[in-house]
Every structure is written in C-alpha cells, then in structure tokens.
C-alpha cells in the first residue's frame, strides 16, 4: 500500500520555502511598477519571467502541461489564469497578476490585483479599486485567521465573513469552483483551502503547514466559465474580479508569509497578529 504523503513539513523545510518565496514577491514588485496604460500583458510576463530567472529560479507556472508563460494576467471580466500576449492595458482596466517561482526543488505563490489609472473615469476606479482593496482585506482577514485556528475551514470563514462585511450592497461573489492549496515541493499540494464556509472542518492547523490563501471575488455574480484558450476564467455576467493570493507557513513561533519581504508584519498589523520568522 503507498503511503499517503504528509501535508506537514519540518522547519527545514519551511525555510527553504522563504527564498522561493521572496524570488515571488520580488516579481511581482517589477510587475507592478509597470503596469500603465499602454503597456501589453506579454511584456508584464517578460518582466516577471526577467526578474525570477536572475535570480537563480524558474517559473512554476512552466511546469504546469500546456501552459509555456511565465504569470498569469487576467483583466477586466477574467478572474483567473488569464494568458499573457497582445492585450494592450487601458485606462480603468483592473488587472490581477498571478505569479510563482520554483528554487531549489521549493515553491512560492502569489498573486495581486491593481487598476489602472484612469483621471476620466473616477467612479469607475473608484469601484474597481473597492473590490480589490476588500479582496486583499479578505485575503490578511483569513491569513489572520490561521494565526489561532484549530483547523482550516476556519480561514474560509474569516475570508467570507470579510467579504460580506465589507461589500457594497447587492455584495460581490466569492468564486467556488477555484480556491486555495498546499504548497511545498510542488506548487498545488493537498490541502485545499476554501474561500468560504464549507461543513468540513479542515485539515488540522499545526506547524509544518504551508498554504497558498487565495481570495477571487468578483463584482456580481460568481458563475464562471472557461474561454476558448482552455485556461482564461471569466465571469458569465461579466463583471470584472480581483485575485489576491499569499503563501503562509505555521510554524512552531507563529506565522510567517513567505510571499512577502516583511513576513505579512504591515498586512497582518490591523488584525493584532505579529508574524515570527521560521527558526
């Protein structure tokens, strides 16, 4: 009989997760200093894809059979795993850049969202920019969560109760088909990680747990669908959506976000946890 593979890792290991980790964020930085009008999501990708091959990584988007690009950018009405080419960003668009790096056999995941300025159009902004900023509330609201939960589950309700709490009326959609995972050797590990409530408890919260929290909320209703590229998740309504994703380690001190420089400090602040580096 095969034996099942363990979700929890040993301190080593989660430190060797930290570098993969920063390689990330560090793409995802030059990503973001980019972003403008005017500018196409290919060149987004070829920046990302500079960043983590200088620094002695590769993109573990590449590993997955089919998919040759280096991030995945969706805008507009595409949530997630948008494809990276010729699509030019305009004014108001929203843009959610998903992006990972494999170094030395360890896994990093993030993802952020960002609008486009667009000084004609302020309303628009202003209300794409409100979707992104409670997606990524709700993304630190179940980060914070893991902090003193007893078992999984329990971050998908932070996640939801954030987004309920902080939606304008008629509220947004929490996406079901698409939730968060593991992390480790690989880029997708067991265990899942809902963005709701779900009647499962969860996998136990102990050290050794690494996960990728990743929220993806759109402005009307959560049925999506897959485009003609067999990758591109789109809404059927379409109403644009925000992807907001961090990689977190449990350890034996605490919490630490491996996907960002300060271990989550500034995000977790508002939430009165204080992350501690992995010993």
């Not at 570098?19 to 930085?29: K, R």
């Not at 209300?127 to 609201?141: D, I, M, P, Y």
């Not at 980060?143 to 309920?164: F, K, N, Y």
Request: with cysteine; hydrophobic share 40%.
């Amino acid at each position: 009989m095969a034996l099942r593979r363990s979700i929890y890792k040993s301190p080593a290991q989660l430190r060797a997760m930290v570098e993969p980790g920063l390689i990330t964020a560090a793409a995802l930085d030059a990503v973001r200093a980019l972003v403008r009008p005017g500018v196409t999501t290919l060149e987004l990708d070829a920046e990302a894809s500079r960043i983590i091959t200088s620094r002695g990584a590769r993109s573990n988007f590449q590993l997955v059979r089919g998919y040759r690009h280096t991030v995945c950018t969706s805008v507009n009405e595409q949530v997630v795993h948008g494809i990276p080419g010729s699509r030019v960003l305009e004014p108001g668009d929203i843009v959610s850049i998903d992006a990972g790096a494999e170094y030395k056999g360890w896994n990093g995941d993030s993802a952020i969202t960002i609008v486009v300025p667009d000084p004609a159009r302020p309303a628009l902004v202003a209300q794409r920019e409100k979707l992104s900023w409670v997606t990524e509330g709700s993304l630190w609201a179940g980060i914070a969560a893991l902090a003193s939960a007893r078992h999984l589950g329990e971050v998908g309700v932070a996640v939801q109760e954030h987004i309920e709490a902080n939606a304008p009326d008629g509220g947004y959609g929490i996406l079901r088909d698409y939730v968060g995972h593991g992390i480790g050797r690989r880029m997708h590990e067991s265990p899942s990680v809902f963005n709701y409530r779900v009647p499962d408890p969860g996998a136990e919260v102990r050290p050794g747990l690494a996960v990728a929290i990743e929220p993806m909320v759109v402005a009307g209703d959560q049925a999506t669908f897959v485009e003609d590229d067999d990758w591109t998740v789109s809404t059927l309504d379409g109403s644009v959506g925000s992807h907001w994703e961090h990689s977190v380690a449990v350890h034996d001190g605490g919490i630490w976000v491996l996907t960002a420089p300060d271990g989550g400090a500034e995000g977790l602040a508002p939430f009165g946890v204080i992350p501690a580096p992995i010993a």
